[in-house]
Antibody, heavy 121, light 106 residues
Framework: QVQLVQSGSELKKPGASVKVSCNTS????????MNWVRQAPGQGLEWMGW????????SYAQGFTGRFVFSLDTSVSTAYLQISSLRAEDTAVYFC??????????????WGQGTVVTVSS | DIQMTQSPSSLSASVGDRVTITCRAS??????LAWYQQKPGKVPKLLIY???TLQSGVPSRFSGSGSGTDFTLTISSLQPEDVATYFC?????????FGQGTRLEI
């Protein structure tokens, strides 16, 4: 069965960096784009962008450029989200999500369990 | 960007009630709309895609309709386990956008 398993919660100080992993199984990793979604405490869902798992080409939504980097390790079917220069407002749950079809712009059928990133001094 | 506006923002209903949540897109998105259910502390769950297609395993009391700019999610007979926040999603074009959510209580 399809599984997306994310790395554990992180507590970071402002200015630090964090790297969240999304380890997948149960399907051909390179056949499906990987999306990233942020949910701040008590807030809604915010699409961060996606990465083409065949080419490694990332695409970032407005507001997620510069400090946010999507990457892959196709040898272990894993996607990564790295955030640098962390700020308090980056405190959120971060989800990876795979779509129904291979395209990024489709419904998100499978989700990772979420990674809580807390930024606090 | 396509803005997705849900109404109401919150809703209280009784077990057995018929519940309707609406989602309006700021421009036409054909039927490229999905609905999700998110229970507190849990991962969003896909309920409906392409506006009206029920995801496998989702109870048949959930249904979706609409096309263009106006969409609805209907729960035909509300159950206690339906307490959650519901989100709509524009799947038509980037940036992918979500509605602000509708909190459903009993």
């Amino acid at each position: 069965q399809v599984q997306l398993v994310q790395s554990g919660s992180e507590l970071k100080k402002p200015g630090a960096s964090v790297k969240v992993s999304c380890n997948t199984s149960g399907y051909t990793f390179t056949n499906y784009a990987m999306n990233w979604v942020r949910q701040a405490p008590g807030q809604g869902l915010e699409w961060m962008g996606w990465i083409h798992t065949n080419t490694g080409n990332p695409s970032y939504a407005q507001g997620f450029t510069g400090r946010f980097v999507f990457s892959l390790d196709t040898s272990v079917s894993t996607a990564y989200l790295q955030i640098s220069s962390l700020r308090a407002e980056d405190t959120a749950v971060y989800f990876c999500a795979r779509t129904l079809s291979g395209s990024y712009d489709d419904a998100f059928e499978f989700w990772g369990q979420g990674t809580v990133v807390t930024v606090s001094s | 960007d396509i803005q997705m506006t849900q109404s109401p923002s919150s809703l209280s209903a009784s077990v057995g009630d018929r519940v309707t949540i609406t989602c309006r897109a700021s421009q036409g998105i054909s039927n490229y709309l999905a609905w999700y259910q998110q229970k507190p502390g849990k991962v969003p769950k896909l309920l409906i895609y392409t506006a009206s297609t029920l995801q496998s395993g989702v109870p048949s009391r959930f249904s979706g309709s609409g096309s263009g700019t106006d969409f609805t999610l209907t729960i035909s007979s509300l159950q206690p386990e339906d307490v959650a926040t519901y989100f709509c999603q524009n799947c038509y074009t980037a940036p992918i956008t979500f509605g602000q959510g509708t909190r459903l209580e009993i």
